[in-house]
């Protein structure tokens, strides 16, 4: 579903994230964590297209999202749901209603949106 080969991204000289290669599976759900400046939010808005790294390939549900055209950005950020780390998260929402509205978007089922968010909490 997701696979990131050699990506690398730098600041004014200064290296974001260098040479990451990594695969997510279809259902997997994943927790990025790591101390301030290491790379967590930058590696997230290449994920949903909003930056575009320096070197290497970026792949989501098959398509390479280094080479989106700009319209078609929204429709990859249907299908990838992501938290940043400020929590922009729905403040009248329960945690666990927070968790599943990524899955309500993409239109999944609600017996497998409770099974998936609970596992997942």
């Avoid at 400020?86 to 599943?100: E, G, H, I, M, T």
Wanted: no cysteine; hydrophobic share 40%.
């Amino acid at each position: 579903m997701i696979q990131l080969t050699h990506v690398s991204k730098q600041y004014d000289q200064r290296p974001a994230l260098q040479d990451v290669t990594f695969e997510i599976g279809k259902g997997e759900f994943v927790l990025l964590m790591g101390p301030s400046g290491a790379g967590k939010s930058t590696l997230l808005r290449m994920l949903i297209g909003a930056e575009r790294p320096d070197h290497g390939e970026i792949v989501v549900h098959q398509k390479n999202v280094t080479m989106l055209k700009p319209s078609d950005v929204p429709y990859l950020r249907r299908k990838v749901g992501t938290v940043f780390q400020d929590f922009r998260l729905l403040p009248k929402k329960s945690v666990f209603d927070n968790v599943a509205l990524p899955l309500l978007v993409q239109g999944v089922s609600s017996v497998d949106i409770r099974r998936k968010v609970t596992e997942a909490l």
